[in-house]
């Protein structure tokens, strides 16, 4: 079996046992303790942070521009606002810069 | 068939109720599922692989990070590894909403808990806070079309995303951060957000530079996690 495969595979498996686990595991506690829900609760920005800082920090004018914009356009908009509005920002200035 | 002959069985005008919550959710996630597709050609996928992805883990942020990963070159258990750490919100979700779903048979419950995506699990739990039954022909009303879509659009975008002449041009290889950037953006309501992304901004940064990629994933992700952890309890209190 090829690697893809098998990633595609365990993810899956686990992405299931996320979504089937809680209910299994976590209703049979009473409390969940304060730390432990305040640590799960910080885990997909924490995950999420660390695959535009680095990035952005080697990016060009243009792209930390399109990020700078995005971001601003997310404080309102919907996801699907900033998206396009970051990605129109970038492939304009990535023509005009170059 | 008549529309009062549909209103009149209540499974029917359930799964219908249902599927009026999945077309918005349709359009919104339209243009990632296409873009995953081509995406997931582009970083080294063959079209049946980025099809079976958004089959099989049907979870868009965690594809993407898959894929991102993936054409980085980063060992394949790490990717699995990044792929639970965005999924693993879903324990909190299942939680929640298994509460609401009790009372199906444990067949319904399992096939239903597959299906658990973020809007899901939101208009589940909006239902169920109004004191409505949450059915399974309901739910799966909902949660087919997203998912049928979903999985077609991988296919449309990895057929047709090969196709662009320039990729650079169209900025393709920069779209992702800036998805992720959005996807961090809306969970600012969460308590210590703030906090948590820059203790995770620059400890993922740090580690890039020093221990180099992939671990500043883990380092820079560890470091929020562990940060929230620390805190003084009283801000988890609130609700988030």
């Known amino acids: 079996m090829s690697t893809t495969l098998w990633i595609i595979l365990a993810g899956a498996v686990l992405t299931y046992l996320t979504r089937v686990g809680g209910h299994l595991v976590l209703s049979r506690f009473e409390h969940i303790h304060p730390r432990v829900e305040a640590g799960l609760n910080a885990v997909p920005a924490a995950v999420l942070t660390t695959l535009v800082a680095p990035v952005a920090m080697s990016a060009g004018p243009a792209e930390l521009i399109a990020l700078l914009v995005a971001g601003l356009v997310s404080l309102r908009g919907s996801m699907i606002a900033m998206f396009l509005t970051g990605a129109a920002v970038l492939i304009v200035l990535r023509q005009l810069l170059v | 068939m008549s529309a009062e002959a549909i209103s009149e069985n209540p499974a029917a005008r359930d799964f219908w109720r249902g ?21 997931a050609v582009a970083n080294g996928f063959s079209v049946f692989e980025a099809v079976l992805m958004s089959a099989a883990i049907y979870g868009g942020a965690s594809q993407m990070v898959g894929i991102e990963l993936f054409g980085a070159r980063v060992a394949p ?72 879509c979903w999985v077609s659009e991988a296919w449309i975008g990895a057929t047709f995303g090969g196709l662009v002449p320039d990729p650079h041009a169209l900025g393709l290889d920069f779209l992702l951060p800036i998805y992720f950037l959005g996807l961090v953006m809306s969970f600012r309501n969460r308590p210590l957000w703030l906090p948590v992304v820059v203790a995770s901004a620059i400890a993922s940064i740090i580690a890039y530079n020093t221990v180099g990629s992939p671990w500043h994933v883990s380092i820079g992700a560890l470091a929020g996690i562990l940060f929230a952890a620390a805190m003084p309890i009283r801000a988890s209190e609130e609700p988030s």
Request: hydrophobic letters at 55%; charged letters at 15%; a positive charge.
């Open chain 2, 19 to 39: 599927f009026r919550l999945g077309v918005p959710v349709v359009v919104a996630s339209a243009p990632f599922g296409l873009l995953f597709g081509a995406l």
């Open chain 2, 77 to 148: 258990w790490l990717v699995v590894l990044s792929i639970f750490a965005v999924n693993f919100r879903h324990i909190l979700y299942s939680g929640a909403v298994g509460r609401r779903i009790r009372h199906w048979p444990p067949a319904r419950q399992a096939l239903a808990f597959f299906f658990l995506v973020d809007p899901q699990y939101a208009e589940a739990e909006i239902k169920g806070e109004r004191g409505e039954e949450v059915t399974f022909a309901w739910y799966m009303g909902m949660a087919l079309p997203i998912y049928v």
